[in-house]
């Protein structure tokens, strides 16, 4: 692996967990405690690169980490901090190899900062990239799992000390059902790791840049918010999304059943979209937005909702009713677009029969 | 070890799972499945040799193995055979071991078949003796448990393939949580093999001889109906039971919940005991017997159903309204009866906290 990229500044966790916050499309965690447990480390001297995928050679072990449970368990059981690093050196004793880099399963929420933490343990880079360009709710559906990644060894571990390893397991519906109950058992919230891939698999199957990506988004909203400007205009401006509704959520319906968060929220149309009305599904991350009724996002897509005045990305735990919105949508990777992905990331494997995926075009970027 | 004890041959595998199923006390699951899986690998030439405890070297290691899950799904749910034997190897692996010899986690019902199967399948012999002297529904209630086993790493393993290691655990109560969850979600039956033990532990904690009392016990059962003898008064003579109870069962409650058959059964008293009624509690097990609401066998001693005219044990997902039955019960082994047993085993821990146990005493043996 080539010593390219950059060094990860204490100065850069903030901007890097909002754009992640953003990217997160409602779910993936909150990043606040995760971003508190990195900033420590490497106040302590920790050193982490970011490296593009190009760095890797096709040989090297990559360790794919994250969060798994509900986000919104996540508010009240905070994290020990070690439970990825943990995980990743169960499946590095269940494969038989050494892993020489990190990659994310997933750039939303608190999984952009989980591999931060699990390579500043272990002295390792993290790969500017990930396995989402967003987050989903479920362990199958990144690209590496959609692509082919071997599904065991994976392992799980919690903040008490509890280690699970996934030795083998027949397909990643599987891994899913066996890590979900395990991590509901582990109080809804451990850590995850999946089986190590090889440097040409990675370079092959991740969704390119998007470590720097949430860094660029947290550094462009927090200068709109220094200079005072508009934060959703900026951030639509920075990312090429588009604005599809602003308005006050009048209803908030949230469960957490089989260890996700689902549910969905009602928005009163205001401004331009004052008399319209709006309506979001959950698992998790928002799947679906519809506007009076009509399908105008849907999954692999990015819906994400800010408050408007703030700029400030709401996820799905934090949203309240009478919170004032803007909803925008950007387009998912061409990755997550495929025949292929559709079947595992696609609005029917959601839940929607009735919708069939058709695609955001994005905006050019300003 | 020391190549003393018996080979079990074919016609020895009737009457165990016959003895087993008593001891099960209701539960331990239905041994009919397992024991044609038995009687095909000795058939094809499988050796095994079941060896007394004092045949261990104090150094060797010992897998304990069972089926985990709800006995009553065991009825339509049908092993594919191979479970016990994946966990025990997928334990060796996590603990870098290879035992000699194989002991069962409990007696009762189709566990004490099961370490039969995976020491057929691995070429060792079969310890005479378990964990229980019964059966129990968790995973904590053996005597290597309760007496300070290694609760990691452990192993579930299913018919399908999928494999699940338990490398690190921080106590027996987390492992029984995991275990329980994982064996639901492989659809509530599983093969479990626990941390290999040292033959000094097993020496000590095992109850020992359990496999020659059920091979015992049943012979006895067959060979009383071959005589036309009554087979409750064969099975309480030579096991120094005492009948409790005779009656026809007019209800029962039995329902899945959590991976376990929990309910109770009641029965209007017939012959002696007219004009009474007896209650008996469930979890996979038979826990509490009440005659006339006063309690007269507790855990961890047994109380076993035999319906009146063939003898058969009657296993709690085999009860039914209407069936004539006797109902005995036997002294537990006194390793289940210490304070540090009680603690898991005796009535306070099944959900009973007005129970305070009442040890049964042994009548002579005939």
């Known amino acids: 692996m080539r010593a390219e990229g950059y060094l990860l500044r204490e100065e850069d966790l903030l901007p890097l967990s909002i754009g992640a ?16 447990r ?10 982490v690169r970011v490296i593009p995928l190009d760095a890797l050679n096709d040989g090297d072990w990559v360790a ?16 020990e901090g070690g439970e990825c690093y943990r995980a990743m050196r169960a499946v590095e004793d269940a494969a038989g190899v050494k892993v020489s880099a990190v990659i994310s399963a997933e750039i939303g929420g608190s999984n952009s900062i989980e591999p ?4 500043a343990m272990a002295g390792l880079p993290v790969v500017d990239g990930d396995g989402m360009g967003r987050a989903f709710p479920e362990v199958q559906m990144t690209t590496y799992m959609i692509y082919g990644a071997d599904v065991s060894p994976a392992a799980i571990a919690d903040e008490k000390g509890n280690v699970v390893v996934f030795k083998q397991v027949i397909d990643m519906f599987w891994l899913e059902r066996f890590a979900r109950d395990v991590a509901v058992a582990m109080g809804a919230g451990a850590g995850f790791a999946v089986a190590p891939m090889r440097g040409d698999f990675v370079k092959r199957t991740a969704v390119p840049g998007t470590v720097s990506q949430a860094l660029e988004i947290g550094r462009t909203v927090l200068d709109a918010r220094a200079k005072r400007q508009n934060v959703v205009e900026r951030v639509v401006a920075t990312t090429g999304a588009t604005l599809f509704f602003t308005g006050k959520i009048i209803d908030i319906l949230r469960e957490l059943t089989g260890g996700f968060s689902r549910g969905h929220a009602i928005i009163a149309g205001t401004g331009d979209w004052t008399g319209s009305q709006a309506r979001i599904a959950i698992q998790n991350e928002n ?6 009724e009509k399908p105008a996002v849907m999954v692999p897509d990015l819906i994400m909702n800010l408050e408007i005045d703030t700029g400030e990305p709401i996820t799905t735990e934090m949203l309240r009713y009478g919170q004032r919105v803007a909803v925008i949508g950007l387009p998912a990777h061409g990755l997550l677009k495929t025949p292929r992905a559709l079947d595992i990331v696609g609005p029917k494997a959601f839940g929607f029969p009735e919708l069939t995926f058709e695609p955001l075009i994005a905006r050019e970027i300003a």
Request: glycine share 22%.
């Open 21 to 36: 916050a953003l990217l997160g499309t409602g779910g993936g965690g909150n990043p606040y405690v995760g971003m508190l």
């Open 38 to 47: 990195a900033r420590e480390l490497i106040r302590r001297g920790a050193e």
């Open 116 to 119: 931060i933490i699990a390579a």
């Open 287 to 292: 799947l679906v937005l519809w506007i009076d």
């Open 64 to 79: 794919e980490v994250g969060g798994i449970g509900a986000p919104v368990v996540g508010v009240e059981k905070i994290e």
